[in-house]
């Protein structure tokens, strides 16, 4: 449900239900398409943007829509997000581990309703714009391991769109999200366990940094390419804080701890500005993982990652 142009507009099966700023009801105040059922509802200019799911094929709907910098949309079961800006047909973005968000299961990180256009005539104001730096989605119903809280957006306009598994939180399912006084809150079940969890501004978890796919240059079919080194650029390291380096190669098996010059599976040298890892692995596709363990609130702070091979017969 949401309080759209001061009425409440409600997601009733294959209708909208209205409570009135007059204190009015009404169960079918819009009769939709025959074959949708109504799932999540958004504002936008004063009017209500519907997303729906067909009642023959519930899979594929949307199941929750957000507006911030731009209107998103997430649709299917395995985690596509698309544009919802009425023109667009391709999902820009899917969740690493697939999933599904709940119709409350999204929010911004700062959400408030600040500039209103209003004619004197009109009962309501004719548009509102919603000031959203960041949305959220509570992915659920994702592989193990990327169940959780994620963003899809920027803090700074010249700062690249990126989606970030913001919080884990493997559970069965996560219901609701809203933020509180900066506070992320999110409801969620987890077998027949029932709660509330918030966001901890006080303690940061473990960061998991995964690149993208790192591919050999083009070369005579015969060469090998050896992985060899890599080298991790950072603000001094804060006291109690750790860096690990994996990686992977040719898109198989699971990830491989690189250890450093010293035999040591971290790098935990107390105000270093840079960690070396040895590698040792041939192949043509390389994929690289930085693990950030914490103290307390401190946390180390990448600025580059470097990755070295050579090419042999």
Not at 79 to 91: E, F, L, R, V
Not at 276 to 292: D, H, M, S, T
Request: hydrophobic share 40%; proline share 5%; charged share 20%.
């Amino acid at each position: 449900m949401k309080q759209i142009g001061g009425a409440l507009k409600i997601a009733n099966d294959s209708w909208i239900a209205l409570v009135g700023y007059d204190d009015s009801y009404t169960n079918e105040a819009l009769d939709l398409i025959p074959g949708n059922i109504a799932k999540t509802i958004v504002e936008r200019s004063a009017r209500a943007v519907i997303g729906t799911f067909k009642k023959a094929d519930p899979t594929r709907g949307v199941n929750a829509a957000i507006d911030a910098e731009f209107p998103l949309a997430q649709v299917g079961d395995d985690g596509d997000i698309y544009y919802a800006d009425m023109t667009s047909s391709m999902p820009i973005k899917r969740f690493p581990g697939g999933g599904i968000v709940n119709p409350g299961g999204v929010t911004n990180e700062i959400e408030q309703a600040n500039f209103f256009d209003w004619e004197e005539t009109a009962l309501s104001w004719i548009d509102k714009q919603t000031v959203g730096n960041l949305p959220l989605f509570g992915v659920f119903n994702a592989e193990t391991g990327k169940n959780g809280i994620y963003s899809y957006g920027r803090k700074n306009k010249n700062h690249p769109t990126v989606l970030n598994l913001e919080y884990l939180l493997d559970v069965d399912e996560i219901g609701a999200l809203t933020n509180v006084a900066g506070i992320t809150l999110a409801s969620y079940r987890d077998g027949t366990d029932f709660g509330v969890k918030a966001v901890d501004p006080f303690n940061k978890a473990t960061g998991v940094y995964e690149g993208l796919d790192f591919r050999a240059p083009v070369k005579i079919p015969m060469k090998i390419t050896r992985w060899n080194s890599a080298e991790i650029f950072m603000k001094p390291l804060p006291i109690g804080t750790s860096v690990e380096f994996w990686y992977r190669v040719n898109k198989t098996g699971s990830f491989i701890q690189a250890k450093t010059a010293d035999g040591n599976s971290s790098f935990t040298v107390t105000g270093a500005k840079k960690a070396v890892f040895r590698i040792v692995a041939e192949g043509e596709i390389f994929e690289p993982r930085l693990v950030l363990n914490p103290y307390g609130n401190t946390c180390p702070e990448i600025h580059r990652l470097r990755v070295y091979f050579d090419q042999n017969d």
